[in-house]
């Protein structure tokens, strides 16, 4: 397999024929900009080789799926999509293909179900045999006079239209539903209608007690599983960063899963970020997890991904980096090296052992500054995941000059009367910059070395203005 520069990659891990897990993949189902075509397919291939079975094509942004899902497939778009079915068959993976026509169509109107099943036959046409009805992220009221005339609730509404679609595909495709209603405690009368309503073969997607959850978790399933009268597929919107979570970074490993959660679900699918490159990194640890739930080790799966995509040359430096922005929706352990660091040595400083303090500040700062200058600006083997983490990294620079300064001041014994003069322009440039890394920590530490706290959500000026 090749890499964004050509560069031979290969990806190790469990093989699929040992999970316990019916279904593991990735969905592109992330809002903002659509993954590349060449994305796809590296992202097929190294999930590929890494034991997932299915890649979903479902990003939010494309038109044909969402706004304009009437119109057929033609020309480019067309040819991507016969593209994405070969490459999945040459790795022994399955394209599924999904479509969310919920903003616009009339429940009740046959011209516009026969155009929805018109788009998903057309679809099918090209092998493809796993098919998606998304009612997601729509209003929760019927919308239209003639439906609310044909239906007392949007669930009857939903239960006729997943049926008759159900009814109108080809033999031999498989349905997959995602409802309106797709998270919670698995007990909501909405899922209790849907699943009453439905044929039993059609799978339903559920994110768990929250859209982004900490934890999966097998007593959960069980419940989803008696509500709905079959057993969850998990959508699990991990390491996706869309929406309100854009300034956050989700390279961290596949963490909260229960190891006995396939005995209650048919499997997981992985929503990516829109950064396709860095994605690889946790998609990899979701594939080690999905291979083998019991047996899977986080942080042993997570350094094994960072050399498979990062290169082995420069693995050592991202890990350093990587540490640093394991915040996330399964994690809250911000960045724990720089936080036992920090926490050692300002108690070594409020005991008066100023030098060891500085030493070892010093001493992480200077890893931390050798690491940002090359995978900012050395020789890296994967430039497309620098790219694509630019923001994260030139922030990671920042603290660790931070650090280094902090370090300076410590040794000089300057801490507590040029530390706040010094300390503030770093504290300002951090919080301006927005991308989310270190956590809270190092914010927080200069705060109190600072004497100044900033409000939620303000966004501060350096003296002289911004340069």
């Not at 969402?66 to 999509?81: C, M, N, P, Q, V």
């Not at 990294?393 to 370090?407: D, I, K, P, S």
């Not at 200069?446 to 900033?454: K, N, Q, V």
């Amino acid at each position: 397999m090749t890499g964004p520069t050509g560069a031979v990659t290969t990806m190790t891990g469990a093989g699929r024929a040992t999970s316990p897990f019916a279904i593991r993949g990735v969905i592109e189902g992330f809002y903002g900009h659509p993954w590349t075509q060449a994305q796809r397919l590296r992202c097929i291939d190294l999930m590929g080789a890494r034991g997932m079975g299915t890649f979903m094509y479902a990003p939010k942004d494309d038109p044909l799926l969402r706004r304009d899902w009437r119109l057929a497939y033609d020309g480019e778009a067309l040819a991507r999509l016969r593209e994405l079915v070969d490459r999945c068959a040459t790795v022994g993976m399955e394209l599924a293909w999904c479509i969310s026509p919920g903003l616009s169509i009339r429940y009740s109107d046959a011209a516009d179900i026969e155009a929805l099943l018109a788009k998903l036959r057309s679809v099918a046409a090209l092998g493809i045999r796993h098919l998606g009805l998304f009612l997601d992220d729509i209003p929760r009221e019927l919308q239209h006079p003639e439906d609310v005339a044909a239906y007392p609730d949007l669930a009857s509404a939903h239960v006729d239209l997943v049926q008759q679609v159900f009814a109108g595909l080809p033999v031999g495709c498989r349905l997959i539903v995602c409802p309106l209603v797709y998270w919670g405690t698995g007990t909501e009368p909405y899922l209790a209608a849907l699943g009453a309503g439905i044929d039993p073969r059609i799978d339903i997607f559920w994110t768990g007690r929250a859209i982004c959850s900490p934890t999966l978790d097998l007593a959960d399933a069980a419940t989803v599983t008696r509500t709905a009268l079959r057993p969850p597929t998990y959508w699990d919107n991990y390491p996706v960063n869309d929406v309100a979570m854009t300034y956050e970074l989700h390279i961290g490993p596949y963490r909260g899963r229960d190891p006995l959660l396939w005995r209650s679900s048919t499997g997981i699918i992985a929503n990516p970020m829109e950064l396709a490159e860095a994605s690889l990194i946790p998609l990899a640890t979701i594939a080690d997890y999905l291979a083998d739930p019991e047996g899977y080790d986080p942080e042993a799966s997570w350094q094994r991904a960072i050399r498979d995509v990062a290169g082995d040359a420069d693995a050592e430096r991202f890990a350093l980096f990587a540490d640093n922005v394991r915040s996330s929706c399964l994690a809250t352990d911000d960045a724990p090296l720089v936080t036992a660091t920090l926490e050692r040595c300002l108690g070594l400083v409020a005991r008066g052992e100023d030098a060891a303090a500085a030493a070892e500040l010093g001493t992480l700062a200077d890893r931390l500054l050798s690491a940002a200058a090359h995978l900012l600006r050395g020789p890296v083997t994967n430039r497309a995941l620098m790219d694509e983490c630019r923001p994260w990294l030139r922030v990671f620079e920042l603290g660790a000059q931070a650090l280094r300064r902090m370090a300076d001041l410590v040794a000089e014994g300057r801490l507590e009367t040029d530390g706040p003069a010094e300390l503030r322009p770093f504290q300002i440039r951090l919080r301006r910059a927005r991308a989310r890394v270190f956590g809270d920590v190092l914010e927080m530490t200069l705060s109190d070395l600072t004497g100044t706290m900033f409000r939620p959500g303000e966004v501060p000026e350096l003296e002289g203005g911004e340069p």
